[in-house]
């Protein structure tokens, strides 16, 4: 059976599309059964309805607690059967008890060359520090921020005559062609993880 995946986003959601044309394509062989977004003007939503994934919108205001939002969150994953867990630009921290309870189910992506530049503004961080090269990280998420143990890393060059813009689209690029490709080494069990070294077998 296949291996069902819920990708979370709160923005745009160009990695989302890049994932859902993996899916059509079968370089990822999984089935793309959820998004959740905590975001109701996330360009994601749109993207997701268009491909007839199914929408979870969890809204933090809506909780009084974050326990309580992951809780919700949680219920979607467990209907949805969810084997794993992609976060594309999800712009939130999980507490240590969802992270303990998805145990490598968790992956993310960023776009910086980890441990370089976390956080949530990593290319113009990268642009406005004068680094020469900064580029992608897949990760496993664990309990800290940008932190986990790393899956697939790709250098991209930073030109003189580069912009922020120009660097962004350069980043999103290399992004939309790593992420599905780890999701696809997850999705065939290709990933053993010991202590923070990850290896492709
Ligand atoms: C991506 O560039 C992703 O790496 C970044 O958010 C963007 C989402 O774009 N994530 C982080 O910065 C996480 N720290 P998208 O909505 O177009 O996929």
């Keep these: 059976m296949n291996k069902r995946i819920a990708v979370f986003a709160s ?3 160009s990695n989302l599309s890049a994932i859902i044309e993996a899916v059509k394509n079968k370089k990822i ?12 003007q996330a360009g994601a939503i749109e993207k ?3 491909a007839g994934v199914r929408v979870a919108l969890v809204e933090r205001k809506d909780f009084g607690s974050k326990e309580d939002f992951e809780k919700k969150i949680i219920e979607h994953l467990e209907e949805n059967k ?17 992270v303990e309870r998805f145990k490598f189910m968790i992956i993310n992506i960023h776009p910086a060359l980890l441990p370089s530049f976390k956080g949530s503004h990593a290319i113009k961080d990268a642009f406005d520090y004068g680094a020469k090269v900064t580029g992608v990280t897949v990760h496993f998420v664990d309990e800290l921020m940008d932190h986990g143990p790393i899956i697939l890393q790709e250098a991209v060059a930073v030109a003189e005559t580069d912009t ?11 992004e939309h062609r790593l ?21 492709i077998r």
Excluded: C, Q
Aim: proline share 6%; net charge neutral.
């Design 11 to 13: 923005g745009r959601g």
């Design 48 to 50: 997701a309805k268009a």
């Design 179 to 199: 992420y599905p490709e780890a999701i696809e080494l997850f999705v065939e069990g290709r990933l053993k993880v010991e202590g923070r070294k990850v290896s």
């Design 164 to 174: 922020p813009e120009t660097l962004e689209e350069k980043i999103h690029k290399v």
């Design 82 to 98: 969810i084997d794993l867990i992609v976060l594309a630009g999800f712009m939130r921290m999980f507490s240590p008890a969802l």
């Design 29 to 40: 062989r999984a089935d793309l059964s959820l998004l959740v977004s905590d975001n109701p």
